[in-house]
C-alpha cells in the first residue's frame, strides 16, 4: 500500500478518506483535518488563551501536541479525580507529557475539595459517570474563566460527537441538539468551548498519538462499565466499517442542516447558582448541590484556586504548590 500523497510506504490506511498515509503525511493530514476545523468554526486564533483540558488519554494529549505545534498559546488542565489505580496514571502521564513539550499545566485535584470519585461514588444515586462528567465540566469552566483563559479546548474527537449525536436523536433530546457542536460560543459566566478534534475517529487519534510517541493513559475508567455511549459507537463503527466516510457525513450534516432547527426552538433559560455564582437552570448549581450532600465545607466551595487545591508545573517541569 503507497501513500496518496507521496507515494512512499503507507502505515495507516482511512477507507473513509479513500487514502492511505506514510506516518509524515498522516502527520499533515491530521494537521490539516485540526486547521481546517478551526478555520471553519472560527474556534480560536493566535490571540486567544487556550486552556486544553488534559486527561492523559490519545485524544487530548494529541490534541495539546497539535495546537502547540500550529502555534496558539495554550496551557493544560488535569483534574484529578481520586480513582483509585486510574487517576495516578493517568496524572503521572499528563504531568510528564506537559514537561517534556514544556505546556503549563494545572491540576485540580476532587479529593481536598470534598469530590473524589471514590466517596461520590458512594453517596450518590445517579450513575456515577454522569455526575463526574458535570462535576468536570464545571471546573474546566470555572478554572478557564477564573485565571483569564479565552478558550477552553477538550479532545472530543468524531466518535465521541457521532455517538453522542446518536443517543440525543434516540431521546429526541431537543435541548441537547440545540447545544451538540464543535463550538459552544461564550455567555454570561460561560467560557467559549472547542472540540478541535472532532473531525478526526477514534482510529485516527490513536494512530496520530502511537507515531508521535506520546504515552497515554488507555486503561478505562473502572467505574464506566455501565456507560451507553459504546453501544453507540460500536453501532456507528459497524455502520462505518460497511459505508466508509458516514460518520463525518453524519456530524456534518447535522451541523449543516439539522441543529439550527433544535436552536431555534429557544434554550432553558439560564439564571446564576446562589452559592457559586455559575450559570445554572435551578436555583442552586449541581455541583453545589452535590457538594452540600457531601459535607463539603462552604470555603473550600469556591475557592477553586485554593493553594490546598491546586498545583501547577511550570515549563522546566517542576512541579510545586503554590
Ligand atoms: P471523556 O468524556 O472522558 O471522553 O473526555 C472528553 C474530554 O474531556 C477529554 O478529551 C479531555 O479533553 C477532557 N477530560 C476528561 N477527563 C479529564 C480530566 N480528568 N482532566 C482534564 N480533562 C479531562
Ligand atoms: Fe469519571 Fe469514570 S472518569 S466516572
Ligand atoms: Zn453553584
Not at 481536598?112 to 464545571?138: A, D, F, H, W
Not at 477564573?146 to 472530543?156: E, I, R, S, W
Not at 449525536?165 to 431521546?171: E, H, M, Q, S, V
Amino acid at each position: 500500500m503507497k501513500c496518496t500523497r507521496c507515494r512512499a510506504e503507507a502505515a495507516v490506511a482511512l477507507p473513509s478518506h479513500h487514502s492511505a498515509f506514510c506516518p509524515e503525511c498522516f502527520l499533515l493530514f491530521c494537521r490539516r483535518m485540526v486547521e481546517r476545523a478551526i478555520h471553519d468554526h472560527a474556534m480560536c486564533t493566535s490571540e486567544d488563551r487556550v486552556l486544553v483540558a488534559l486527561s492523559g488519554g490519545k485524544d487530548s494529549l494529541s490534541l495539546a501536541w497539535l495546537l502547540k505545534e500550529l502555534g496558539y498559546t495554550i496551557a493544560g488542565l488535569h483534574i484529578d479525580l481520586g480513582i483509585p489505580g486510574a487517576s495516578p496514571v493517568a496524572r503521572r502521564i499528563t504531568e510528564s507529557f506537559c514537561s517534556r513539550h514544556g505546556i503549563p499545566l494545572s491540576v485540580l485535584e476532587m479529593e481536598p475539595l470534598g469530590l473524589g470519585m471514590v466517596e461520590v461514588r458512594q453517596r450518590i444515586r445517579r450513575p456515577i459517570c454522569s455526575v463526574c462528567g458535570q462535576t468536570k465540566r464545571y471546573f474546566f469552566n470555572r478554572f478557564a474563566l477564573d485565571n483569564g483563559f479565552t478558550v477552553l479546548a477538550t479532545g472530543h474527537n468524531l466518535d465521541d460527537e457521532t455517538s453522542r449525536l446518536l443517543a440525543n436523536l434516540l431521546r429526541w433530546d431537543t435541548a441537547f441538539l440545540a447545544d451538540q457542536g464543535p463550538v459552544l460560543s461564550a455567555q454570561e459566566g460561560f467560557v467559549r468551548k472547542i472540540k478541535p478534534l472532532y473531525r478526526l475517529s477514534e482510529f485516527e487519534t490513536a494512530n496520530l498519538s502511537f507515531l508521535l510517541g506520546i504515552e497515554t493513559a488507555s486503561a478505562p475508567c473502572p467505574y464506566s462499565a455501565k456507560a451507553t455511549f459504546p453501544v453507540y459507537k460500536a453501532l456507528l463503527a459497524d455502520l462505518e466499517d460497511r459505508q466508509p466516510g458516514r460518520k463525518l457525513q453524519f456530524y456534518e450534516g447535522f451541523l449543516k442542516h439539522g441543529r439550527q432547527h433544535f436552536a431555534a426552538q429557544g434554550k432553558t433559560p439560564l439564571s446564576f447558582c446562589r452559592r457559586c455564582g455559575s450559570p445554572t437552570s435551578t436555583e442552586i448549581c449541581g455541583v453545589c448541590r452535590l457538594r452540600e450532600m457531601m459535607g463539603a465545607p462552604a470555603e473550600v466551595m469556591i475557592a477553586i484556586s485554593s493553594p490546598a487545591v491546586l498545583r501547577t508545573q511550570d515549563v522546566s517541569g517542576s512541579a510545586e504548590k503554590e
